[in-house]
């Protein structure tokens, strides 16, 4: 079994450490800083780190890679696309399957908050590694790409198994659901998993990882068919119907601002 730890890095990354008892290698998901992979593996000296996963080029995801590489020897697997090139060993796109620790990971496409952006997903588990496109409670900005691609993008992690669990790389997961509680304020599981995570994190845990179940239950951006969430974006003007993907955009402006 394939042990799964949280490295913190900067104020609220996470750093994804796959660990493999029966070789004693492990991997790393999205390492922007090195410094807690190496203080893990100096403290671990019989583990050898094998592989680097990479999501998308933003620097606090990939700050570490080319230190961690250089140092241990890694091979790093990541999107394609100029800004990550001199740094990825394998790139990979839509489709694609590899072999980290002996689990197979299906690569899935996602751009939205950027747009070369992938995910990793496990079958067999299920889990999935989603970087900043799906957050516990929220999704990621919209730093290049359009509201449409993020909204089909969280489209195609929402027909994963709903068993499926989410490892994103950033502890928003208290912010979004106080988003989540605003725009609908008459769904008592997101109450609930607000009190729940506030609680939490006044013990200094870690929120993640969430699962899909949870996440069709309590995220806003994936409840854009729902009475309530349309009704919290709904202006006077508005047609009858209002299409899913245009309540996303609303939804995901006005978090930008909240």
């Known amino acids: 079994m394939i042990k799964i730890d949280a490295l913190p890095a900067f104020t609220d990354n996470y750093i994804w450490l796959l660990q493999d008892p029966g070789s004693q290698r492990c991997a790393v998901v999205d390492p922007g800083d090195a410094a807690p992979v190496r203080q893990w593996l100096a403290e671990h000296?019989?583990?050898?780190?094998?592989?680097?996963?990479?999501?998308?080029?933003?620097?606090?995801?990939?700050?570490?890679?080319?230190?961690?590489?250089?140092?241990?020897?890694?091979?790093?697997?990541?999107?394609?696309?100029?800004?990550?090139?001199?740094?990825?060993?394998?790139?990979?796109?839509?489709?694609?399957?590899?072999?980290?620790?002996?689990?197979?990971?299906?690569?899935?496409?996602?751009?939205?908050?950027?747009?070369?952006?992938?995910?990793?997903?496990?079958?067999?588990?299920?889990?999935?590694?989603?970087?900043?496109?799906?957050?516990?409670?929220?999704?990621?900005?919209?730093?290049?790409?359009s509201a449409a691609q993020m909204h089909a993008s969280l489209q195609h992690l929402a027909a994963l198994p709903e068993l499926t669990r989410i490892y994103c790389t950033h502890e928003y997961t208290l912010a979004n659901l106080r988003f989540a509680a605003t725009v609908e304020p008459g769904n008592r599981l997101v109450g609930n998993r607000l009190s729940q995570v506030q609680s939490l994190r006044e013990q200094g845990?870690?929120?993640?990882?969430?699962?899909?179940?949870?996440?069709?239950?309590?995220?806003?951006?994936?409840?854009?068919?729902?009475?309530?969430v349309i009704a919290s974006v709904r202006q006077p003007e508005d047609p009858q119907t209002l299409g899913a993907e245009e309540v996303f955009t609303r939804l995901r402006r006005w978090k930008d601002g909240f």
């Open 205 to 228: 845990g870690c929120s993640l990882p969430s699962n899909l179940a949870l996440e069709l239950a309590t995220n806003p951006f994936l409840r854009c068919t729902q009475p309530e």
């Open 45 to 145: 000296p019989q583990w050898q780190l094998s592989d680097i996963l990479i999501t998308h080029h933003h620097y606090d995801h990939v700050n570490g890679v080319e230190s961690l590489k250089q140092a241990f020897g890694a091979r790093v697997h990541g999107p394609a696309g100029d800004k990550i090139a001199h740094l990825v060993d394998q790139t990979l796109q839509e489709g694609d399957t590899l072999d980290v620790l002996g689990m197979q990971l299906r690569v899935l496409e996602v751009p939205g908050h950027t747009l070369d952006h992938i995910a990793y997903y496990h079958a067999r588990t299920p889990l999935l590694f989603c970087g900043d496109t799906l957050f516990a409670a929220g999704c990621g900005r919209l730093f290049e790409g």
